[in-house]
């Protein structure tokens, strides 16, 4: 843990989450899930709580918050309501490029607003073509005197029709080999002044089966352009390695959002299982029951201890792929699989929208293919135990 923040420290923030989630979080999820209804309010009591700068050093206005906390913080919000947590976490990791590989004067400029959350980001990587594969990008960016032209698409991007800020991932050079050599990253605030999108920029909201309520959105740059100081770290060629990066708390992130939906699945289960009654007993009393409820709260638990190792790791700024990889691909699983049972253990009113198991299992499928896919999760495993275990 960083040495800025103490256990008392972190128990008041967690203590602060808590009673938030409880009082503000909770109890509009399932209007604003059905709705499909963006959570204004809930993104300006972000800005109070710090939430925007979470991650974002001190020094930049922040809060600094090690990993390990901020996983805590991210799996409390998700075992409510999945949903919201992306508002922060996709601006965060925009926060990180920069932070981690921009330049003195792009830190200075862009991440005090965005602490506050005057700037709220997103990251543009994914394409209709590419996804996992971020090689394959279509998007350019072609540099004229001072400034870039972008041109392109992007998909499932968060933040980016209530946001206005976007890392975007373009191609520079169509022909460097390897392809990811010819990547650069750039910073592309969206709109004016007056909240309108800046011209050639075209946001449209997609429709979801889960995380409804977040503007996941399709994005279009036509002759968009972008002062070359936007450039990160004002050099071409690096906008692989600096998305990738970012990748390694963005999978932290999606991990403890998994775990997050898996302890809420669990908690509403127990509960429950306690309530409902057949052939005379409470049905947490069947032993078919109880196998599954055992079963759950171990993956929630087996998920928390990957989360804090990965987490551990990053805050130690040390490589944490694997141990990142590990708990994504853990956390996650175990939040479809939580949600599955509970479904199970409610039976025929898991069907209805007037219980809230039914959003948990809509969404937590999506952590399993955010952030790089559960498949790619397990080979980046896999090469990196080949890696560290050579004969």
Not at 136 to 156: F, M, Q, S
Not at 254 to 281: D, P
Not at 287 to 314: C, D, N, S, W
Request: one cysteine or more.
């Amino acid at each position: 843990m960083s040495e800025a923040w103490s256990k008392e420290d972190e128990l008041g923030i967690i203590d602060m989450i808590d009673k938030w989630v409880e009082n503000d979080v909770r109890p509009i999820a399932k209007e604003h899930d059905q709705q499909d209804k963006y959570p204004h309010a809930l993104a300006e009591q972000m800005k109070e709580l710090g939430l925007f700068g979470a991650t974002i050093g001190q020094e930049f206005c922040g809060l600094g918050l090690p990993a390990s906390i901020y996983a805590k913080i991210v799996m409390k919000v998700a075992s409510a309501w999945m949903a919201p947590s992306g508002i922060f976490n996709s601006h965060l990791i925009q926060a990180s490029a920069i932070e981690r590989c921009g330049t003195q004067a792009q830190k200075e400029r862009f991440l005090p607003r965005m602490a506050t959350g005057e700037l709220r980001g997103g990251v543009a990587l994914t394409e209709p073509n590419a996804g996992t594969d971020l090689q394959a990008i279509r998007t350019t960016a072609v540099k004229d005197g001072d400034e870039y032209i972008i041109n392109g698409a992007k998909t499932w991007i968060t933040n980016s029709l209530n946001g206005n800020s976007l890392a975007v991932l373009v191609k520079t050079d169509l022909d460097a080999v390897p392809a990811h050599k010819g990547t650069s990253m750039f910073i592309v605030e969206t709109k004016d002044a007056q909240g309108n999108f800046k011209p050639g920029i075209t946001v449209s909201k997609m429709t979801k089966l889960g995380y409804r309520s977040i503007d996941t959105c399709e994005v279009v740059f036509e002759n968009v352009r972008v002062p070359a100081a936007n450039l990160v770290g004002e050099k071409e060629g690096s906008g692989f390695k600096h998305a990738i990066g970012g990748l390694e708390l963005g999978r932290i992130n999606v991990a403890a959002r998994g775990a997050g939906i898996a302890q809420g699945a669990t908690e509403l289960a127990v509960r429950y299982a306690q309530e409902r009654e057949t052939f005379g007993k409470a049905i947490c009393q069947h032993q078919a029951i109880q196998l599954k409820l055992g079963e759950m709260a171990t993956q929630v638990e087996a998920a928390r201890l990957l989360i804090e190792q990965a987490a551990t790791k990053y805050d130690a700024n040390e490589r944490c792929d694997m141990e990142a990889g590990m708990a994504k691909y853990f956390g996650s699983e175990a939040g479809v699989f939580c949600a599955n049972e509970a479904m199970r253990i409610f039976g025929g009113y898991s069907y209805s929208v007037e219980y809230d198991i039914e959003r948990y299992y809509r969404d937590a499928m999506l952590m399993c293919i955010g952030e790089g896919t559960n498949e790619m999760q397990r080979i980046i495993i896999a090469k990196q135990l080949i890696d560290k275990n050579k004969i």
